[in-house]
């Protein structure tokens, strides 16, 4: 079973505008982090947020972490519509060494 | 650094057959691991090695596949008797130990068609 569960499922936005996407998980982690997928590819990890942590920047995306809600949010300012793509999160539980996926928003970026 | 390498891209069985896949990490990244990936899906783990070692397996990992990471470099795995239900996308991913950063670099992917 996957632990992450990513909201909404899919996001359809204008280019320009902001899209944010939440992620919730039931363990406890050592760190949580959001990847991009485009179309039929492989995975391109984006940021990593460690569990002591509680906001992360990396140029156009912002990462927030929850902790005590088992919760985390991406948000990409300014999308352009190369954003356009599934993403991510995955977390590493404490107990071994699995990464575990959610299920993914599917994020279209009009031009 | 010539990233994640996966090969076949793509593989076109009949059920019953057996395959294998192979993935080339990153070459100074210790450990690997095999991610199953269904249409709509996130990534399911199969399994990781660190180095040579296998030091977890997911119980989705039936008797039917088997990994290996002989030398600690590159990684097979083997379906054997595949069924429809092994059509996916296989994807291998790479990390370096160190600290409390796993960051996993992907490869392209291997997609499974069990016809």
């Known amino acids: 079973s996957q632990q992450g569960e990513e909201d909404p499922q899919a996001l359809s936005i204008q280019e320009g505008e902001n899209a944010t996407m939440n992620c919730s998980y039931k363990t406890s982690i050592n760190n949580l982090q959001w990847y991009r997928q485009n179309s039929g590819r492989g995975l391109v990890h984006l940021i990593l947020?460690?569990?002591?942590?509680r906001e992360k920047h990396s140029g156009r995306l912002r990462v927030t972490l929850d902790t005590s809600k088992k919760s985390s949010s991406l948000l990409i300012t300014a999308s352009r519509a190369a954003d356009t793509a599934s993403y991510f999160c995955a977390t590493d539980d404490t107990g071994g060494f699995k990464t575990i996926f959610g299920a993914g928003t599917r994020l279209f970026v009009k031009a | 650094d010539t990233g994640v390498s996966q090969d076949p891209r793509h593989k076109i069985t009949k059920r019953g057959q057996n395959v294998t896949f192979r993935c080339d990490p990153i070459?100074?990244?210790?450990?690997l691991y095999w991610y199953r990936q269904t249409l709509g899906q996130g990534p399911e783990f199969l399994t990781y090695?660190?180095?040579?070692?296998?030091?977890?397996k997911s119980r989705l990992l039936s008797d039917r596949f088997s990994a290996e990471r002989p030398k600690g470099s590159f990684s097979t795995l083997e379906i054997q008797r595949t069924e429809q239900g092994d059509s996916a996308m296989y994807l291998c991913?790479?990390?370096?130990?160190?600290?409390?950063?796993?960051?996993?670099?992907f490869g392209p992917g291997t997609r499974l068609l069990v016809l």
């Open positions: 070459s100074e990244h210790n450990r």
């Open positions: 090695f660190q180095n040579e070692a296998q030091l977890e």
């Open positions: 991913a790479s990390s370096l130990t160190g600290g409390m950063s796993k960051t996993q670099y």
């Open positions: 947020i460690r569990s002591n942590e």
